[in-house]
């Protein structure tokens, strides 16, 4: 059969060699679930640091190991590279990369600019190449519990989304904590909700002289009555990361830290009684009912994400976190970044 333009062929499963460039905070993450994932092979590893570069050799013997990511890209082993490196190099190396005919997996953000994610897209489109971006939390068994949760109904409609995601540091210096935190957050609410957001507003601020917003607020506008409202920080006396969904049938308590539990189903609620053409005949009555904890996958996260890169790259199956989803939430964080500058003004999407 011969391929009409722009139409992927189907690629023989075969082992398919990761070059990863990075191997500081995630990269190292990154290269021990690709070592162990089926199909795959680690092949090479990218870091300007010698130390870092000697202690994957240490760790992983037999791969390569380069301070230059050019070299990596010529070597005719790797099909796929990952990039674990400031966001401000993603698009560079990922265009790099997808030109030199190797899938791409990114870490999050996608990109420093929804311009930037856009061509990225467009590249992988024209190569036939697989884009995906490392939104590690949509891989993990809670989430995907609570879209099942969401999509069978049990909660009923989604009336709101709440987190609150806080630590004392890790301080970047190239990107503020909106970027760093509450990307974790717009991935999950872009695979959770049912519909795109239309608009957001937020607040934010430096306490470090000269470094970006450590404290931030955003809020995301649906339509209807859906809203969503984000609190990050690197300045918390205690690290938090809880997130409450509720629904108009139930509520959801999702804490990423309980050991046992994460997800804690609530069945509490209101009900409305009266004439709703006459408010002042509205009662409200509370519902309070059981508490259950549902059982999920415990695979790690970063595991089943690197299995589907893989999957992907062999089948050419469009990842769950594509570039596309890569993109949306590039799109939120710049809208956000909008606000802030403007005062928490809201910005439409």
Not at 56 to 78: F, K, Q, S, Y
Not at 94 to 110: D, F, S, W, Y
Not at 199 to 225: C, D, M, R
Request: proline content about 4%; some cysteine.
């Amino acid at each position: 059969m011969i391929p009409i333009a722009g139409q992927r062929i189907r690629k023989g499963l075969d082992m398919i060699g990761i070059g990863v460039i990075g191997y500081g905070y995630w990269g190292p993450n990154l290269v021990r679930n690709f070592a162990t994932t089926p199909d795959a092979r680690v092949v090479a590893v990218c870091d300007l640091d010698r130390q870092r570069r000697d202690l994957a050799a240490l760790r992983h013997p037999g791969i390569e190991t380069t301070d230059n990511p050019r070299t990596l890209l010529e070597n005719r082993a790797v099909d796929a590279v990952a990039i674990a490196t400031p966001v401000a190099s993603h698009f560079e190396l990922a265009l790099q990369a997808l030109k030199a005919g190797r899938h791409v997996l990114v870490e999050k953000p996608l990109t420093q600019s929804s311009e930037q994610g856009r061509r990225l897209i467009e590249a992988a489109e024209r190569a036939g190449k697989t884009l995906m971006v490392d939104h590690t939390f949509i891989y993990t068994g809670a989430v995907r519990k609570i879209r099942e949760l969401i999509e069978g109904g049990e909660i009923g409609e989604v009336l709101y989304y709440d987190s609150t995601r806080v630590n004392l540091g890790l301080f970047q210096s190239d990107v503020s904590v909106l970027w760093d935190l509450a990307v974790h957050d717009l991935a999950i609410m872009d695979y959770l909700m049912p519909e795109e957001p239309r608009a957001v507003s937020a607040t934010a601020i430096a306490h470090v002289h000269g470094q970006p917003e450590n404290t931030a607020y955003l809020t995301v506008f649906y339509s209807g009555n859906r809203i969503a409202h984000v609190n990050v920080n690197w300045l918390a006396p205690v690290k938090l990361r809880q997130t409450l969904i509720g629904g108009d049938k139930k509520m959801i308590v999702y804490d990423d830290l309980e050991p046992s539990e994460k997800i804690k189903i609530y069945d509490k609620g209101i009900e409305l009684n009266g004439d709703l053409e006459a408010q002042r005949n509205i009662f409200i009555n509370y519902r309070t009912g059981e508490m259950r904890a549902p059982t999920f996958d415990r695979a790690e996260a970063l595991a089943v994400e690197a299995k589907h890169f893989v999957e992907c790259v062999q089948t050419g199956k469009t990842p769950l976190t594509d570039g596309r989803a890569g993109l949306r939430v590039v799109r939120i964080l710049e809208a956000a970044a909008g606000s802030i500058a403007a005062h928490g003004q809201m910005v439409e999407l």
